[in-house]
C-alpha cells in the first residue's frame, strides 16, 4: 500500500493522477490523499513562526479575534460567553486589541445602544495568516484544475461535507 500511494503521489505531482474505477478504491488510500491535500493547504511551520513573532497577540487574543472573523461584529456579552470568561475579561482583551489598532467597537445599526466589536483590516489579514489552511493555497491550486475536475470536485466535497458532523 505504501508503494501504491508513493506511486500515486509521483502521479498528482506530474499531474497524471490515474482514473481509478469505484472498485480500485481503497478506503485507507483516500484517507490518506485527504490527510495530504489538507496538510499541503496548511502554511509551513516556517510560515507559521513568521507570522507569530510579528502578530504580538496572546492566544486568548487571537481567540477573540477568530470568533469576530468569523462571526463578524459580536457583544462583549457574546464574547464572554463563548470563551467563558468575565465581561471584564473581554473588555480588557478588546482593549488592547482596540490599541494594536486590530479591532474596533461600533454602534450597532439595528440599536445604537448596543456596542459591538469587529476586526479592523489589519486584525483580518493577522487572522488569516494564523489560519491552518489559507484560502489563497487552494484558490491556486483549483485554478490549476478544469472545469471537469472542478466541477467533479465540488461535488465529492458536497458530499463528504453531508456525512461529516459539524462541530461547535
Known sequence: MAGDAAALDSTVERGTAPVVSRRDIDLDDLAELLRETVVRLQPSTEEISAAWSDAHVTMQQLRVMT??????????????????????????????????????????????????????????ELVERLMPARGDRAAIALSRLSDDEREMLMISLTALLRVIPQSG
Open 67 to 124: 470568533i469576530l472573523y468569523h462571526e463578524g461584529p459580536t457583544r462583549v456579552s457574546d464574547l464572554a460567553r463563548r470563551l467563558s470568561v468575565s465581561t471584564p475579561t473581554i473588555t480588557g482583551i478588546l482593549d488592547r486589541l482596540v490599541r494594536q489598532r486590530l479591532s474596533y467597537r461600533m454602534s450597532d445599526p439595528r440599536d445604537r445602544r448596543v456596542v459591538l466589536n469587529n476586526l479592523t483590516h489589519d486584525g483580518r
